[in-house]
Nanobody, 124 residues
């Protein structure tokens, strides 16, 4: 059984930066695609970024391109989301997800394991 634990969320002013971390336990993640999703109150849980098992292929939602960077260190079973130039509309609970497949997907139903989420609040 895989457990994913996110950290790094918090309150930041617009234009600031945060770095989210997701540590996996229970199994290696070195052959699995990983992703970050976010969910604002009253909205769907949408993909933010995803990364191939090797780290060599990434995907970003249009709303975060050029501002966010997803990365991974398989030896540490950890995935990161560096968030720069944050905007109030980035406010949401951010979830880490693991897919039982090497290639990433845009769809939340394709991910098999989820963390509990970490709150990110961006003030204007």
């Amino acid at each position: 059984q895989v457990q994913l634990v996110e950290s790094g969320g918090g309150l930041v002013q617009a234009g600031g930066s945060l770095r989210l971390s997701c540590v996996a336990s229970g199994r290696t993640i070195s052959t699995n695609a990983m992703a970050w999703f976010r969910q604002a109150p009253g909205q769907e849980r949408d993909i933010v970024a995803a990364i191939h098992w090797s780290g060599g292929i990434t995907y970003y939602a249009d709303s975060v391109k050029g501002r966010f960077t997803i990365s991974r260190v398989n030896a540490k079973s950890t995935v990161y989301l560096q968030m720069n130039s944050l905007k109030p509309e980035d406010t949401a609970v951010y979830y880490c997800a693991l897919r039982s497949n090497a290639g990433y997907s845009y769809y939340r139903n394709d991910y098999n394991y989820w963390g509990q989420g970490t709150q990110v609040t961006v003030s204007s």
